[in-house]
């Protein structure tokens, strides 16, 4: 069919419409040489981690490769065993390339965010936003050319569904170094620069004094941006992937109009085709975050909003008229719907329980009058309770979706929530773009009104972060769900063999729902240990550069940087290994059963569990700056050191274990889905 | 079948040895005016608590009761309304009676504790144990009688299947006030009067002069001993109850000898059987522990474990003889002793995560020399990672039960894990007896001797705790389990049905999968609250009578114990309301099905959920310890003040929501099966 080309189109005009952004940015002032050579030593750092990462990353990927190619050229045939292949190496450079480009582009709009902040408030939030805008309209524009490629190039394969699976574990494979390796880098730099700036020296955060300082601005960027984009890009593309695989279930539903084969090509397009129609809505969404003359915290807030809103109402529209125009049941319309609503909800309870403008958070920072065993105890009790608004949309949607359309409406419910993530994706890495910007700010000595403008932009970039974590969750619960459901049609599971009263289910889904648990135990020990070598360095800087202090002498930051870097790609290998090596062990030891109760375990309580995390974390940052802004005795009272504590535990929670366990569920669900065809028929070992 | 009376002859050999025990404790030396004064205080503390407690549940059992009465009445006749309601109120009594008996001779064991510790440690160990032993051994005699008399009264009526899990409906429901009224109402004493003495008024812990110092010791009683009580007598009945629902499944398999009726009888006895045995070897275990005399700590927990290892031994022996000569398929002893077995492994590994004899705990002593935050990360990583060994114990159990006696074999590996309870749980209620005796000498101004004493009592029964938590816990989640296939049966589900492809199940499971998670939350804000009346009013009565501080004026003690009472009962409403209410409306609105996943999601999560929260915080309450015997700074350091925040976080983790998980998830499952019989058929509202 022909329609493929409309996919087509769309990435190419996002992809036209992200050189149009850099373009823009790149014009812009690049600032005093202050903020160019902070910016430039940000950027070295920055694309340091990235070259080292994507070295071991390449690695990781060819030994995948060549594994996946032999298993399968066996199982088949030569030719399948490189198609395979080809489609995971394929995959995975294409989420580099969408994170390679974000980031790049995200260092360079930093620096010049410091400079529009300047001029205005508005300049600022345009340079900002618009650094953010390039990584989320290059992960949805190269992530739907690289499906499209790969449906160009073996649609009328017949085994065109065990190839496109290894595309999203391709993505898969980035997302994990990406996220957890510059997840556990960001928060390990942050602790140990804290740690010792800080608390032990005295110094104000963003020091330049502080030799860990820039390794601070590089974990912003590693792990906000190029962590959360290849996060995302492996939701998107796994969200499609996942609907694809679920084709079948369509046609036998008879939700696709015309002759089986036909009516399979229809239930394939469809998740592009809407996908599409969230690209084109999503550059829309970005063209309308303007500001007007008189900004005001309120008036940028709004301005997100608008475009985020806009976006969704848009796809609303394209996604009906898709679906009438390609003559399918109306019913994938309301379940792309039930998804695109349950993202934008959860988005906002989100915020609820994490923003400072609600009680809850509130209620943090009074508990912090009590000292910090009552910051922490309330803070955590809030994280718990805010996973109750999420389930219950994320429930709704799953009962709505396939009260519509069968197990197929509730993957392309997924499809729906992310068709909106070119913009959802550009107001979320915003947020370290501005971050960064107060930082340069600071460490240029500019002065405190411009110093108040990037505040107020990084403000608005904590409330853009917290809901953009919980979008993210939220679309991550569902793929992974989505995926395990493509799992069981590939292994050829009998419906009514997949019972919970089956033993080996029911053992599965206990040890899956163990694994997010000991990930999260082990992603944070691994903040702590990497933030060990970090604390060393930057004291031994302290103690052996005796200029540092008077300013004279200027700290290593490269060797903060490059420490960092090693320690946490090093610290992410074992929580990486068993998050692919798991579903595979318990796939063939206990048999295709017990690795459907395994994701279903993982993925329920991987939500739960990143939610949690994610919201808990967020909430004592938040509650921290309550008092900061002046409430219960302010800044350097007994509440505030107490709310600091709080804040510092809040750190790996948020930044490195929570968003972790996102890309673990879904990685062990598309690992599962790719050696799939290999379970048909087996019963384990036993 | 006669053979019911081994059974009654068990349970009665118990009562006895229970009232030996009693005879003995009651003629120990009650020790000097102070201690019978400080004694007596506590008593009327935990009675008060108690009273008001049972007044508050009589009412709850009283609706239900009525509730039941009329549903069944309805649905079959008024007879079978009636036993179903008979059955409820007695199971409540039943639990009722254990639970006061229990706690009222540990409250009289704690002051004759401290006088026995005067002459020697093995005075002190001798005195403290049986007080712990009379709980344990009650509850086991109790439970088993109970279950024996529905068995005469019932066995013949048709319905039987309907009417005995009533009982443990009844038993849950006093378990709920127990453990989570008592556990908010221990750490919210404790919690205030710590806040106040120790850190505002910069007075020693158990100084008399604190008003919350009795709330506090009254809270050890009413929480550690009552409540710990009614959760293991919950789950004890209803691993024998979920058995003998299961008794078809084990006909059909053909386990067990004879014609159907035949069989169903052998079904129905052998977990009682089997629990019989247990009690059997519970006394045994229970005279065996004592030590030689040169006791030291080591010896001291040799003794303790003598007992518990000697009782398990003899467990597998009689349960081997049972089915043996009961004519059953042998693969019911292994299913047996693969419960006996998880359940030991899972005791020892609880102790290995937060020992400070081993290094998980020393680690997070170690992480306190960097502050309160690397305390809290390290202490709650390290609860999360010790969730794999249970888990991976308690899956094992689940397969090799099932391998060997189907769904049956699941149920009476609950029954096996928790046969030597008798035991175990005397080594458990035995801690907070020693830590009230300690208490109680703290108070009564006795030599240091004495109280190094006692603290080593105190110390190994911080061991034991977190061994017969562990032990708690993987009971509730495999019991949880076995009635979650009970309920199964009695809903009539097809296996097929109950597919994981079930989009409703699907919902189910994440609903449920966020109850315990929710329930959490809601228990530590309970703990908040109620901890800030509290503190108010201690803070109220060191300002207004004046001559508490001079020694010359006793605080209002009888006030504190009232307002954490009135308050933590209160508190718990809603939590217990959510409990009971949450499987009613998934059952009705979304389905039988969309049940099933409910409960197992809840099942899973609460597992480790509580696994996490009971060894995170007995870690940092170890951690504490461990630089309290003269580590990394020892006391008064700043290390030891990190140490004391991750203690205080830790205690409402592993003495309130922790536990009330335990609870939570079995009175869902416990409501589940007894509703199950009006859900047959039925496919919920929509």
Redesign the interface.
């Known amino acids: 069919m022909d329609l493929i080309w409309l996919a087509v189109i769309a990435g190419a005009l996002g992809l036209a419409f992200a050189v149009f952004l850099i373009r823009y940015l790149l014009s812009r002032d690049q600032g005093t040489d202050k903020i160019r050579e902070i910016s430039a030593a940000i950027q070295e750092g920055a694309l340091a981690f990235l070259g080292r990462e994507y070295r071991i990353l390449a690695i990781f990927v060819i030994v995948i490769a060549i594994g996946l190619g032999v298993l399968f050229g066996v199982h088949e045939d030569l030719a399948h065993g490189l198609r395979v292949a080809f489609s995971l190496v394929f995959g995975a450079l294409c989420s580099a390339a969408a994170g390679y480009i974000g980031m790049n582009i995200a260092i360079r709009a930093n620096g010049r965010t410091a400079a529009a902040a300047q001029k205005s408030l508005n300049e600022g939030l345009r340079v900002s936003f618009r650094g953010g805008a390039v990584m989320g309209i290059c992960v949805v524009s190269i992530g739907i050319l690289g499906l499209s490629i790969l449906y160009f190039a073996f649609h009328n394969d017949p085994l065109f569904i065990q190839i496109i699976p290894a595309f999203g574990f391709g993505a898969s494979g980035v997302a994990i170094f990406a996220r957890v390796g510059g997840g556990i880098y960001t928060k390990s730099a942050d602790l140990g620069a804290d740690?010792v700036g800080k608390?032990e020296q005295g110094i104000p955060e963003d020091d330049p004094r502080n030799a860990g300082v820039i390794a601070d601005f590089v974990g912003d960027n590693v792990g906000d941006v190029a962590g959360m984009g290849a996060d995302l890009f492996e939701s998107y593309v796994d969200s499609i992937i996942a609907t694809m695989v679920l084709a079948t279930i369509a046609v036998t539903a008879g939700l696709m109009p015309g002759a089986p084969d036909e009516a399979q090509q229809t239930a394939w397009l469809l998740p592009m085709l809407i996908a599409a129609g969230g690209i084109v809505a999503s550059i829309i969404g970005v063209f309308l975050v303007r500001v007007g003359e008189k900004p005001e915290m309120g008036a940028l807030l709004t301005a997100l909003r608008r475009g985020t809103f806009a976006a969704s109402f848009l796809v609303a529209i394209f996604a009906f008229l898709i679906v009438y125009f390609m003559d399918s049941d109306l019913g994938i319309f309301w379940a792309v719907l039930s998804g695109l609503i349950a993202g934008v909800l959860i988005g906002e309870s989100t915020n609820y329980f994490t923003s400072y403008e609600y009680r809850p958070t509130r209620a943090i920072s009074e508990?912090s009058l009590?000292?910090?065993?009552?910051t922490?105890?309330?803070g955590?009790?809030?994280?718990?309770?805010s996973?109750?608004p999420p389930?219950?949309f994320?429930?709704?949607a799953?009962?709505v979706?396939?009260?519509f359309a069968d197990?197929y409406g509730?993957a392309i419910a997924g499809v729906g929530m992310l068709s909106t993530l070119g913009v959802t994706l550009a107001t979320d890495a915003y947020g370290p773009v501005a971050d960064n910007a107060g930082g340069i700010v600071e460490m240029s000595g500019l002065p405190p009104e411009v110093r108040e403008r990037t505040d107020a932009l990084d403000s608005l970039g904590n409330t853009t972060a917290a809901t953009g974590k919980g979008f993210a969750i939220g679309s991550a619960g569902l793929t992974a769900?989505a995926l395990?459901?493509a799992y069981?049609q590939i292994a050829e599971i009998d419906?009514?063999?997949?019972?919970?009263?089956d033993?080996?289910?029911?053992?599965g889904?206990?040890?899956g729902?163990?694994l997010p648990?000991?990930f999260?135990?082990?992603t944070?020990?691994a903040?702590?240990k990497t933030a060990s070598y970090m604390?060393e360095e930057i004291r031994r800087q302290f103690r052996e550069i005796k200029g540092i202090m008077t300013g004279e002498e200027r700290p290593e930051y490269a060797r903060c940087v490059d420490i960092a870097t090693k320690a946490a790609l090093k610290q992410m290998i074992v929580p990486g290994l068993i998050t692919v090596l798991s579903p595979i062990a318990i796939g063939f030891i206990?048999g295709p059963l017990a690795l459907?109760?395994f994701l279903?375990?993982a993925t329920?309580?991987g939500?739960?569990l990143a939610i949690?995390l994610a919201n808990a974390g967020g909430s004592w940052d938040n509650a921290k700056k309550w008092i900061e802004v002046g409430n219960y005795g302010g800044k350097g009272s007994d509440a505030h050191k107490a709310a600091v504590?709080g804040d510092?535990?809040g750190d790996?929670f948020k930044d490195t274990s929570g968003p972790s366990i996102n890309i673990m569920i879904k990685l062990m669900s598309i690992v599962s889905l790719v050696i799939a065809p290999f379970l048909v028929g087996s019963s384990g070992l036993?």
Do not use: C, E
């Not at 033993?503 to 053992?507: E, F």
């Open positions: 740690l608390v508990a009590t000292g910090p065993s009552t922490i105890i309330s955590f009790a809030n994280g718990l309770l996973t109750l389930v219950l994320v429930a709704a799953i009962l979706a396939h009260h197990i509730i769900l395990m459901l069981t419906v009514a063999k997949l019972s919970l009263l033993a080996r289910l029911i053992a889904l206990f040890i729902a163990m648990v000991i999260s135990a082990l944070m020990t903040v702590s604390i206990l459907g109760g279903i375990g329920a309580i939500f739960l949690t504590i510092t535990v790996p036993f």
